[in-house]
């Protein structure tokens, strides 16, 4: 671990004893509980600097820092996994950061170089390798992100960005194992236009989301499920995570989801359960889905299990659909057959248990 041109390496002065690290590691959850490093890569001068990876700890910001007004503001999300032999991998981290560009383009902001992305995430996990949890369905989330930094409160682009990384050690995202979630589709508040930056994994996407997440909640579902702006018919996405739909017809199993459309978030879950499906047999294919093919396809039985996938929680069963006017039950509520068959073929590549056919593993330490 040698300080290089574009990553200089100063450990944390103050590090946590075995038992201090013991107990964080106990009970993680969620993105509450941080490492005890960072990565830090300031660009200005119409470059990138060489970076810091140093102790996490606050940021200090001018109270007119642009991001904070006008929310050029980016961010990604991997997983590193620890593997039986004791090394540790990333999953895809080269889709993260080329899909972290086409984000920073959307906001007039600077790419990153990929090779830069993946040092700063290889150099941190290196680092804060004993935080990566060992048991299965745990991970250590990486969350990358950069925002405008220039002091300035006129609208143009700021001329300085930060990129800051750091890391979360993740327990299962669902306490009590795997359950279907209830989810409100949404007809009052829309994700994302076309033209607009559904694509961009922005944080200004998420702000916008909250009003429609607390009417979900109201409703008494955990998630709410976009339909696309124009006609509030066609089915887009779920919360922060991409959707899925199994049907028999003609004696084939088909996992269809919702064809990009200029609004959706490209998933990289999604890419690689679309990849699963053929590999474990099944017709994969992305479609147009309207609300009322979902309702007519679940009444039918054509359609039988219906899920949604992204890196936090990975894959979760869909069991109930509430909406203005109808209600619906998916697979009698209860965990499909078909979905966790493709979480159990990722979770084991993830976890070195089936072999990295695609080559989607990079291995860090
Ligand atoms: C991040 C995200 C996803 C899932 O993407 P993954 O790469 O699979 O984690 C889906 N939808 C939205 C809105 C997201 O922000």
């Known amino acids: 671990m040698t300080t290089s041109p574009t990553l200089c390496i100063s450990p944390s002065a103050n590090r946590l004893t075995q038992d201090q690290l013991a107990q964080r590691l106990l009970n993680p959850g969620f993105g509450r509980v941080f490492t005890e490093h960072m990565v830090v890569i300031p660009y200005q001068d119409d470059a990138w600097q060489q970076g810091e990876l140093k102790a996490y700890g606050p940021l200090s910001l001018d109270p007119s820092t642009s991001a904070l007004h006008y929310g050029q503001a980016i961010f990604e999300g991997f997983k590193a996994f620890g593997q039986d032999d004791g090394s540790i991998k990333t999953f895809r981290p080269q889709a993260n950061a080329e899909r972290f560009n086409r984000s920073a383009r959307r906001l007039a902001m600077p790419d990153l170089p990929v090779e830069r992305f993946i040092e700063a995430a290889d150099e941190l996990i290196r680092m804060d390798r004993a935080w990566v ?89 955990e998630q709410v499920v976009w339909l696309d702006a124009a006609k509030r018919e066609y089915i887009e996405e779920m919360g922060g995570m991409n959707l899925f739909f199994v049907s028999r017809e ?53 359609m039988t299990e219906v899920f949604a996938c992204g890196t936090a929680a990975v894959i979760t069963p869909v069991g109930h659909v509430k909406a203005k006017g109808f209600e619906m039950q998916i697979n009698n509520g209860q965990n499909g057959e078909v979905t966790m068959a493709l979480r159990d073929a990722l979770l084991n590549i993830q976890h070195g248990k089936a072999p990295d056919r695609h080559g989607w593993m990079h291995s860090v330490c």
């Open 250 to 302: 003609n004696g084939k199993t088909i996992v269809a989801t919702p064809e990009l459309s200029g609004t959706l978030l490209p998933g990289i879950t999604r890419l690689s359960v679309l990849q699963l499906a053929k590999d474990l047999g099944f017709e994969a294919v992305e479609r147009k889905l309207s609300v009322t093919q979902w309702r007519e396809e679940i009444a039918d039985g054509r």
């Open 133 to 221: 949890p060992r048991n299965s369905g745990e991970s250590l989330y990486l969350r990358p992100l950069m925002f405008a930094t220039d002091a300035f409160l006129g609208v143009r682009p700021s001329l300085s960005y930060l990129f800051v990384l750091f890391a979360s050690p993740a327990g299962a995202y669902f306490a009590n194992g795997v359950h279907p979630v209830t989810v409100w589709i949404s007809e009052d508040y829309v994700r994302a236009a076309s033209g607009g930056t559904g694509e961009a994994k922005c944080a200004g996407n998420y702000a916008a989301s909250l009003v429609a997440q607390a009417q979900a909640k109201e409703m008494g579902c």
